[in-house]
C-alpha cells in the first residue's frame, strides 16, 4: 500500500519561497516517476512538475520552468518542489502522485497514487 503526504504548504508574500514535500511510504518509491499537480478554486487540476525514477529527469509545465524545481531522494523516499518567486496565481491545492507503470509524464491520468494536497497561499 503506497501512502504519500505532502507538507510545507502554507502562506507566503508574493515574490517569496516555499518548499513542498511529499513523503512516500513503500518499497518500490523508487522504481516510479513522481509528479507535482496542483488544483486551485474552482479549476481543474494541473500539472506542475514530473521527475523520473531516478531524478535524472525532469519535467515542468511551462509557466512553471525557472521558478520551480522537481527534486528527489530516493534513499529518504521524498519528493521536493522548491518553489520561488511565487505570485498570487500560484495559489492552489498541491498535491504529489506517483505514477507507477513506467511513464515519465505531467498527464494526471497515469498517476495511480495520490497524496491528500497540502494548501499553499500567496498573498500580494
Known amino acids: 500500500q503506497v501512502q504519500l503526504v505532502e507538507s510545507g504548504g502554507g502562506l507566503v508574500q508574493a515574490g517569496g519561497p516555499l518548499r513542498l514535500s511529499c513523503a512516500a511510504s513503500?518499497?518500490?518509491?523508487?522504481?516510479?516517476?513522481m509528479g507535482w499537480f496542483r488544483q486551485a478554486s474552482g479549476k481543474e487540476r494541473e500539472s506542475v512538475a514530473a521527475?523520473?525514477?531516478?531524478?535524472?529527469?525532469?519535467d515542468y509545465a511551462d509557466s512553471k520552468k525557472g521558478r520551480f524545481t522537481i527534486s528527489r531522494d530516493n534513499a529518504k523516499n521524498k519528493v521536493d518542489m522548491q518553489m520561488n518567486s511565487l505570485k498570487p496565481e500560484d495559489k492552489a491545492v498541491y498535491y504529489c502522485?506517483?505514477?507507477?507503470?513506467?511513464?515519465?509524464?505531467?498527464?494526471?491520468?497515469?498517476?495511480?497514487?495520490w497524496g491528500q494536497g497540502t494548501q499553499v497561499t500567496v498573498s500580494s
Open positions: 502522485a506517483e505514477e507507477t507503470g513506467g511513464l515519465l509524464t505531467r498527464r494526471p491520468g497515469p498517476y495511480d497514487y
Open positions: 513503500g518499497p518500490t518509491f523508487s522504481n516510479y516517476a
Open positions: 521527475i523520473s525514477w531516478s531524478g535524472i529527469t525532469t
